[in-house]
Protein backbone atom coordinates (compact mmCIF):
# COMPACT_ATOMS: atom_id res chain seq x y z
CA UNK A 1 0.00 0.00 0.00
CA UNK A 2 1.04 3.41 -0.85
CA UNK A 3 1.31 6.55 1.76
CA UNK A 4 -0.81 8.18 -0.10
CA UNK A 5 -3.62 5.29 0.18
CA UNK A 6 -3.02 5.02 3.83
CA UNK A 7 -3.70 8.97 3.66
CA UNK A 8 -6.37 8.65 2.03
CA UNK A 9 -7.85 5.78 4.60
CA UNK A 10 -7.38 7.76 7.69
CA UNK A 11 -8.60 11.34 6.18
CA UNK A 12 -11.59 11.91 8.52
CA UNK A 13 -8.78 11.62 11.17
CA UNK A 14 -6.02 13.23 9.87
CA UNK A 15 -8.33 16.53 8.61
CA UNK A 16 -9.79 16.70 12.38
CA UNK A 17 -6.09 17.09 13.46
CA UNK A 18 -5.54 19.71 10.50
CA UNK A 19 -8.38 21.37 12.12
CA UNK A 20 -7.31 20.83 15.50
CA UNK A 21 -3.54 22.47 14.73
CA UNK A 22 -5.30 25.33 13.02
CA UNK A 23 -7.33 26.38 16.16
CA UNK A 24 -4.65 25.29 19.11
CA UNK A 25 -2.30 28.41 17.15
CA UNK A 26 -5.32 30.74 16.68
CA UNK A 27 -4.28 33.90 18.75
CA UNK A 28 -5.28 37.77 18.95
CA UNK A 29 -1.94 38.90 18.43
CA UNK A 30 -2.08 39.67 15.07
CA UNK A 31 1.63 39.27 13.79
CA UNK A 32 1.77 35.55 15.74
CA UNK A 33 -1.21 34.21 14.37
CA UNK A 34 0.28 35.45 10.94
CA UNK A 35 3.58 34.14 11.15
CA UNK A 36 2.08 30.66 12.97
CA UNK A 37 -0.22 30.45 10.13
CA UNK A 38 2.40 30.74 7.40
CA UNK A 39 4.49 27.83 9.39
CA UNK A 40 1.15 25.49 9.18
CA UNK A 41 0.15 26.20 6.12
CA UNK A 42 3.42 25.41 4.37
CA UNK A 43 2.24 21.89 4.75
CA UNK A 44 4.26 18.84 5.24
CA UNK A 45 3.84 14.98 5.54
CA UNK A 46 2.29 14.69 9.33
CA UNK A 47 3.63 11.46 9.82
CA UNK A 48 4.06 12.43 13.47
CA UNK A 49 0.30 12.44 14.01
CA UNK A 50 -0.26 9.68 11.58
CA UNK A 51 1.91 7.76 14.33
CA UNK A 52 -0.02 8.97 17.03
CA UNK A 53 -3.14 7.64 15.46
CA UNK A 54 -1.92 4.37 14.65
CA UNK A 55 -0.07 3.86 17.58
CA UNK A 56 -3.47 4.47 19.42
CA UNK A 57 -5.65 1.58 17.17
CA UNK A 58 -4.08 -0.95 19.78
CA UNK A 59 -6.17 0.54 22.56
CA UNK A 60 -9.20 1.53 22.90
CA UNK A 61 -9.39 4.55 19.99
CA UNK A 62 -10.56 8.01 21.13
CA UNK A 63 -9.65 10.94 19.05
CA UNK A 64 -11.05 13.23 21.28
CA UNK A 65 -8.25 12.03 23.86
CA UNK A 66 -5.92 11.08 21.07
CA UNK A 67 -5.87 15.14 19.44
CA UNK A 68 -4.13 15.57 22.68
CA UNK A 69 -1.24 14.11 21.82
CA UNK A 70 -1.39 14.21 18.06
CA UNK A 71 -1.35 17.93 17.81
CA UNK A 72 1.12 18.77 20.14
CA UNK A 73 3.44 16.53 18.78
CA UNK A 74 3.01 18.02 15.67
CA UNK A 75 3.67 21.54 17.20
CA UNK A 76 6.74 20.97 18.29
CA UNK A 77 8.25 19.54 15.51
CA UNK A 78 6.53 22.79 14.27
CA UNK A 79 8.36 25.05 16.79
CA UNK A 80 11.76 22.64 16.26
CA UNK A 81 11.89 23.77 12.17
CA UNK A 82 11.28 27.67 12.85
CA UNK A 83 14.09 27.39 15.27
CA UNK A 84 16.28 25.19 12.99
CA UNK A 85 15.71 27.81 10.60
CA UNK A 86 17.16 30.73 12.22
CA UNK A 87 19.91 28.73 13.46
CA UNK A 88 20.83 27.82 9.77
CA UNK A 89 19.78 31.11 8.04
CA UNK A 90 17.42 29.25 6.05
CA UNK A 91 15.67 31.24 3.47
CA UNK A 92 13.31 28.55 2.07
CA UNK A 93 11.48 25.11 3.69
CA UNK A 94 9.17 22.86 1.30
CA UNK A 95 9.88 25.46 -1.31
CA UNK A 96 7.92 28.01 1.01
CA UNK A 97 9.77 31.71 2.87
CA UNK A 98 10.70 30.20 6.38
CA UNK A 99 9.50 32.49 9.09
CA UNK A 100 12.63 34.50 9.36
CA UNK A 101 12.69 35.10 5.70
CA UNK A 102 9.80 36.36 6.01
CA UNK A 103 9.67 38.12 8.62
CA UNK A 104 13.29 38.31 11.10
CA UNK A 105 14.85 36.42 13.44
CA UNK A 106 13.43 37.30 16.72
CA UNK A 107 9.41 37.13 15.19
CA UNK A 108 10.81 33.71 14.17
CA UNK A 109 12.42 33.21 17.53
CA UNK A 110 8.53 34.34 19.44
CA UNK A 111 6.47 32.11 17.41
CA UNK A 112 8.76 28.89 17.54
CA UNK A 113 8.57 29.39 21.39
CA UNK A 114 4.69 30.04 21.50
CA UNK A 115 4.02 27.17 19.12
CA UNK A 116 6.18 25.03 21.90
CA UNK A 117 4.16 26.50 24.39
CA UNK A 118 0.68 25.87 23.09
CA UNK A 119 1.96 22.05 22.50
CA UNK A 120 2.33 22.21 25.83
CA UNK A 121 -0.82 23.72 27.37
CA UNK A 122 -2.44 21.11 25.31
CA UNK A 123 -1.17 18.24 26.05
CA UNK A 124 -2.35 18.81 30.50
CA UNK A 125 -5.82 18.25 28.72
CA UNK A 126 -4.37 14.60 29.74
CA UNK A 127 -4.55 13.76 33.27
CA UNK A 128 -1.96 10.73 32.67
CA UNK A 129 1.65 11.76 34.66
CA UNK A 130 3.37 9.32 32.35
CA UNK A 131 2.68 11.44 29.67
CA UNK A 132 4.02 14.55 30.33
CA UNK A 133 7.13 13.14 31.97
CA UNK A 134 7.47 11.45 28.58
CA UNK A 135 7.21 14.08 26.74
CA UNK A 136 8.89 16.70 29.00
CA UNK A 137 12.03 14.49 29.02
CA UNK A 138 12.14 13.83 25.48
CA UNK A 139 12.33 18.34 24.71
CA UNK A 140 15.17 17.94 27.51
CA UNK A 141 16.82 15.75 24.74
CA UNK A 142 15.68 17.26 21.59
CA UNK A 143 17.49 20.29 22.58
CA UNK A 144 20.74 18.70 23.72
CA UNK A 145 20.81 17.23 20.48
CA UNK A 146 20.27 20.22 19.05
CA UNK A 147 23.34 21.90 20.93
CA UNK A 148 25.15 19.39 19.67
CA UNK A 149 24.68 19.73 16.03
CA UNK A 150 26.36 23.20 16.62
CA UNK A 151 29.62 21.36 18.57
CA UNK A 152 30.24 19.25 15.94
CA UNK A 153 29.96 21.75 13.16
CA UNK A 154 32.77 21.08 10.85
CA UNK A 155 33.88 18.65 13.06
CA UNK A 156 35.71 16.12 10.35
CA UNK A 157 36.85 13.60 12.94
CA UNK A 158 33.51 12.91 14.34
CA UNK A 159 32.53 9.23 14.30
CA UNK A 160 29.45 7.45 13.36
CA UNK A 161 28.34 7.01 16.81
CA UNK A 162 28.73 10.66 17.80
CA UNK A 163 26.48 10.97 14.75
CA UNK A 164 23.71 8.31 15.30
CA UNK A 165 23.54 9.47 19.00
CA UNK A 166 22.94 13.16 17.78
CA UNK A 167 20.25 12.29 15.42
CA UNK A 168 18.74 10.05 18.21
CA UNK A 169 17.94 12.85 19.95
CA UNK A 170 17.00 15.48 17.49
CA UNK A 171 14.90 13.47 15.20
CA UNK A 172 13.73 9.45 16.25
CA UNK A 173 13.33 10.50 19.79
CA UNK A 174 9.85 12.71 19.02
CA UNK A 175 9.23 9.72 16.07
CA UNK A 176 9.32 7.33 18.64
CA UNK A 177 7.03 8.80 21.54
CA UNK A 178 4.55 9.69 18.46
CA UNK A 179 3.80 5.91 18.62
CA UNK A 180 4.13 5.61 22.12
CA UNK A 181 2.25 8.08 23.40
CA UNK A 182 -0.44 7.60 21.04
CA UNK A 183 -0.99 4.10 22.67
CA UNK A 184 -0.90 5.77 26.42
CA UNK A 185 -3.68 8.18 25.19
CA UNK A 186 -5.61 5.18 24.06
CA UNK A 187 -4.50 2.98 27.37
CA UNK A 188 -3.06 0.04 25.33
CA UNK A 189 -1.11 -2.20 27.50
CA UNK A 190 2.60 -1.43 28.39
CA UNK A 191 4.00 -4.09 26.31
CA UNK A 192 2.21 -2.83 22.92
CA UNK A 193 3.68 0.74 23.96
CA UNK A 194 7.15 0.01 24.69
CA UNK A 195 6.77 -2.58 21.15
CA UNK A 196 5.33 0.89 19.33
CA UNK A 197 8.27 3.09 20.60
CA UNK A 198 11.03 0.71 19.74
CA UNK A 199 9.07 0.78 16.11
CA UNK A 200 9.15 4.58 15.88
CA UNK A 201 12.39 4.67 17.02
CA UNK A 202 13.93 2.67 14.59
CA UNK A 203 11.70 4.11 12.04
CA UNK A 204 12.97 7.72 12.89
CA UNK A 205 16.72 6.59 12.48
CA UNK A 206 16.25 5.99 9.01
CA UNK A 207 14.04 9.21 8.56
CA UNK A 208 16.82 11.35 9.30
CA UNK A 209 19.56 8.97 7.88
CA UNK A 210 17.37 9.24 4.57
CA UNK A 211 16.53 12.74 5.15
CA UNK A 212 20.35 13.39 4.99
CA UNK A 213 21.20 11.55 2.07
CA UNK A 214 18.18 13.48 -0.07
CA UNK A 215 20.16 16.97 1.07
CA UNK A 216 23.40 15.53 -0.39
CA UNK A 217 21.41 13.66 -3.73
CA UNK A 218 18.08 15.40 -4.20
CA UNK A 219 16.93 18.01 -6.35
CA UNK A 220 16.09 21.59 -4.98
CA UNK A 221 12.39 20.69 -6.12
CA UNK A 222 11.95 17.21 -4.86
CA UNK A 223 13.09 18.41 -1.64
CA UNK A 224 12.17 22.18 -1.19
CA UNK A 225 15.72 23.45 -0.62
CA UNK A 226 19.31 23.55 -2.42
CA UNK A 227 21.36 20.96 -2.04
CA UNK A 228 23.58 20.48 0.00
CA UNK A 229 22.33 22.79 2.26
CA UNK A 230 23.51 20.70 5.59
CA UNK A 231 27.31 20.91 4.76
CA UNK A 232 26.80 25.19 3.44
CA UNK A 233 25.82 25.03 7.51
CA UNK A 234 28.80 23.00 8.62
CA UNK A 235 26.82 19.73 9.37
CA UNK A 236 28.67 16.80 8.44
CA UNK A 237 26.15 14.01 8.29
CA UNK A 238 26.28 10.18 7.67
CA UNK A 239 26.95 9.83 4.30
CA UNK A 240 29.84 12.33 4.79
CA UNK A 241 31.31 10.50 7.23
CA UNK A 242 31.44 7.32 5.89
CA UNK A 243 32.94 9.54 2.82
CA UNK A 244 35.74 10.28 4.82
CA UNK A 245 36.64 6.56 5.79
CA UNK A 246 37.81 6.09 2.41
CA UNK A 247 41.38 7.31 2.43
CA UNK A 248 42.10 7.89 -1.00
CA UNK A 249 39.24 10.34 -0.77
CA UNK A 250 39.64 12.09 1.98
CA UNK A 251 42.23 14.34 1.47
CA UNK A 252 40.46 16.26 -1.35
CA UNK A 253 37.14 15.47 0.55
CA UNK A 254 38.94 17.71 3.41
CA UNK A 255 40.06 20.59 1.19
CA UNK A 256 36.32 20.95 0.28
CA UNK A 257 35.48 20.93 3.66
CA UNK A 258 38.02 23.66 4.77
CA UNK A 259 37.20 25.47 1.62
CA UNK A 260 33.45 25.77 2.42
CA UNK A 261 33.95 26.51 6.56
CA UNK A 262 36.33 29.71 5.09
CA UNK A 263 33.80 31.28 3.16
CA UNK A 264 30.95 30.54 5.55
CA UNK A 265 29.08 28.31 3.22
CA UNK A 266 28.57 31.00 0.61
CA UNK A 267 30.96 29.45 -2.20
CA UNK A 268 30.22 26.52 -4.65
CA UNK A 269 29.82 23.45 -3.60
CA UNK A 270 29.16 21.22 -6.82
CA UNK A 271 32.22 19.84 -6.38
CA UNK A 272 31.94 18.72 -3.20
CA UNK A 273 28.21 17.48 -3.68
CA UNK A 274 30.12 15.31 -7.23
CA UNK A 275 32.46 13.79 -4.83
CA UNK A 276 29.60 12.70 -2.03
CA UNK A 277 27.33 11.43 -4.72
CA UNK A 278 30.03 8.95 -6.62
CA UNK A 279 31.23 7.91 -3.19
CA UNK A 280 30.88 4.88 -0.80
CA UNK A 281 29.42 6.87 1.38
CA UNK A 282 25.77 6.75 -0.35
CA UNK A 283 26.07 3.45 -0.33
CA UNK A 284 27.19 2.82 2.93
CA UNK A 285 24.14 5.40 4.55
CA UNK A 286 21.88 3.77 2.45
CA UNK A 287 22.28 0.62 4.05
CA UNK A 288 22.22 1.82 7.28
CA UNK A 289 18.91 3.17 6.73
CA UNK A 290 17.73 0.12 5.52
CA UNK A 291 18.71 -2.02 8.51
CA UNK A 292 16.95 0.78 10.93
CA UNK A 293 13.63 -0.50 8.77
CA UNK A 294 14.09 -3.84 8.91
CA UNK A 295 14.43 -3.48 13.19
CA UNK A 296 11.58 -1.14 12.88
CA UNK A 297 9.69 -4.04 11.32
CA UNK A 298 10.83 -6.75 13.63
CA UNK A 299 9.81 -4.32 16.98
CA UNK A 300 6.00 -4.85 15.73
CA UNK A 301 6.54 -9.02 15.55
CA UNK A 302 4.46 -9.60 18.93
CA UNK A 303 1.90 -6.77 18.19
CA UNK A 304 -1.65 -8.09 17.55
CA UNK A 305 -2.22 -8.36 13.58
CA UNK A 306 -4.64 -5.73 12.79
CA UNK A 307 -4.60 -3.71 10.35
CA UNK A 308 -2.92 -0.82 12.09
CA UNK A 309 0.36 -2.90 11.93
CA UNK A 310 0.09 -3.03 8.34
CA UNK A 311 -0.16 0.17 8.00
CA UNK A 312 2.52 0.83 10.28
CA UNK A 313 5.01 -1.25 8.22
CA UNK A 314 3.77 0.55 4.92
CA UNK A 315 4.53 3.93 6.72
CA UNK A 316 8.54 2.38 7.50
CA UNK A 317 8.87 1.29 3.50
CA UNK A 318 7.68 4.55 2.38
CA UNK A 319 10.27 6.52 5.43
CA UNK A 320 13.14 3.86 3.67
CA UNK A 321 12.59 4.66 0.23
CA UNK A 322 11.34 8.55 -0.05
CA UNK A 323 12.55 10.78 -2.20
CA UNK A 324 10.90 13.74 -0.42
Not at 2 to 19: G, P, Q, V
Not at 196 to 225: H, P, S, W
Not at 310 to 319: G, N, T
Amino acid sequence: MKLLDLYAKLKRDISYIEKELERSIDVEHPMLREASLHLLKAGGKRIRPVFVLLGAKFGIYDLERVKHVAVPLELIHMASLVHDDVIDDASTRRGQLTVRSKWDNRIAMYTGDYIFAKALNIVTKLPNPQIHQILSKTLVEMSIGEMEQIRFFFHTEQTVRDYLLRIRRKTALLIAISCQLGGLAAEAGENFCRQLYAFGYNVGMAFQVRDDLLDLCGTEKEIGKPPGSDIKQGNITIPVIFALQDEALRPKLLEEIVRIQATDGQTDISAFLQMIRTSDGIRCAEELASKYIDKAIRALDKLPDIQAKKDLISVAHFVGNRSY
